[in-house]
């Protein structure tokens, strides 16, 4: 099978990435920003998406803009922002139909364009800050999603033991902000924040779709911003963090199931030779059904309703969640942790190599069905400095041996253990 590929053009102070295909019925568009993560910036960078798209200079209501991706032919906008290591990155993009397969559509591609370009450059404002009542609106929304993460225990616990494991570190941050910023941030304040963000950070824009790379140049040339202030990298931290003791850590709530959450440090980041290594080992720990979490914790065991590992590779950290009885908190750490002395022991099968080799190498693929997909991909390149084509990772995979996934075993250290239990009890269990 064949790749699809991307073509990057320097553009001025942007990085243009084209991925010319046939494949899609729409063409997307997306642009990333990224910043440092910080305590200083985090609330401000994950506000800002969801004001941008509340408004531009020629549609300044949000109606407006809503009336202006109806005349697209239902065009869809969408922003988020999310964490890659120690960068907090913005997302804003949109999804147009592909105009063949349009009659009467002319160049709804430019259109597209011109309008994602205003956008991020042309945000509604009123003098020299944001609109007042867009701003307030969504400060109200972002503090209700950053309320939420209470609600969704799984994911609380998930944030809480990453937390507590880079506690001094900025990857403890949670990406949509902190409720204690919300008050101090203005109209103007934010503004002032979006105009060097958009001026001086790494900013690439992808263009996926039937499309060819001299027509997307020409776009970008005339709607987005290629001339300008020097766009410094955002530089990140080395992952290698040496595990002196074992942190455990208990949170009592209103809750009936226990989450029991680990964080481990794998010393790998995804730049490094190890990486498609690593990539087998956590398959083979806890990233499919066939997996020994899966299969010891909660199938042989029945420890656990689930359990999982998880990798955020641009931070070389390896996460394993599962949700417990709470009096079996002791049973499920002993069991949790002797799978990660089985990995290192090599006590790994054939069957469990060639079950993730398969699984892994079929993801992968998959990866190139979605034009989101494609997107991210390529970003995670575009970070680490390491190209990796989809070929080249698939031979990659079908070349690690069980030699290679003990190598990165023996450099995963367990760093912290998270329990988020009832208020009940005393020393139930273990967990105090």
Do not use: W
Request: net charge negative.
């Amino acid at each position: 099978m064949s790749s699809v590929q991307f073509e990057t053009v320097q553009m001025g102070n942007l990085r243009v990435h084209i991925c010319s295909t046939e494949k899609f019925k729409t063409n997307m568009i997306s642009a990333l920003v990224q910043q440092s993560l910080s305590p200083e910036t985090v609330t401000r960078h994950a506000l800002l998406p969801a004001v941008l798209q509340r408004g531009t200079r020629s549609y300044p209501t949000t109606l407006q803009l809503k009336r202006k991706l109806d005349d697209l032919y239902g065009a869809t906008l969408f922003g988020d922002v999310y964490k890659r290591g120690e960068r907090h990155i913005m997302q804003l993009g949109m999804e147009i139909p592909n105009e063949t397969y349009l009659t009467e559509a002319e160049s709804l591609l430019d259109q597209g364009a011109a309008f994602l370009g205003e956008i991020l450059m042309a945000p509604a404002t009123e003098g020299n800050a944001f609109k007042e009542t867009y701003v307030k609106a969504e400060k109200k929304n972002l503090k209700q999603k950053i309320e939420s993460l209470m609600d969704d225990k799984i994911r609380y616990a998930a944030q809480r033991c990453v937390s507590e494991m880079c506690s001094d570190e900025p990857f403890s941050l949670f990406n949509h902000g902190r409720m204690q910023d919300l008050d101090s941030i203005t109209a103007q304040d934010l503004y002032t924040y979006y105009q060097e963000l958009i001026q001086t950070r790494p900013l690439d824009l992808y263009f996926v779709g039937n499309l060819s790379v001299d027509r997307v140049c020409t776009l970008v040339d005339q709607f987005f911003p290629t001339e300008g202030r020097q766009r410094n990298p955002i530089s990140t931290p080395d992952v290698h963090h040496a595990v002196r003791d074992v942190k455990e850590v208990v949170d009592r709530l209103d809750v009936k199931q226990g989450k029991l959450n680990m964080g481990a440090r794998t010393q790998i980041a995804l730049q490094d030779d190890d990486y498609i290594p690593l990539l087998m080992y956590n398959g083979i720990l806890g990233g499919y059904p066939h997996s020994k979490l899966f299969i010891n914790v909660r199938e042989k065991s029945s420890l656990a309703y689930y359990a999982a590992s998880r990798l955020e590779s641009h931070k070389g950290i390896l996460t394993v969640q599962s949700g417990i009885e709470i009096e079996n908190y002791q049973q499920a750490v002993d069991i949790i942790r002797e799978q990660f002395d089985l990995m290192r022991s090599g006590n790994i099968t054939d069957s469990e190599i060639s079950q993730t080799k398969a699984m892994l190498v079929n993801q992968l693929r998959e990866r190139q069905d979605r034009s989101h997909d494609l997107i991210d991909s390529h970003y995670h390149s575009v970070l680490s400095g390491v190209d990796r084509p989809l070929n080249e990772l698939i031979e990659g995979v079908q070349q690690v041996s069980k030699d290679d996934v003990v190598r990165v075993a023996e450099k995963v250290q367990i760093d912290t253990i998270y329990f988020l239990r009832d208020k009940k009890g005393g020393a139930q269990g273990g967990a105090h």
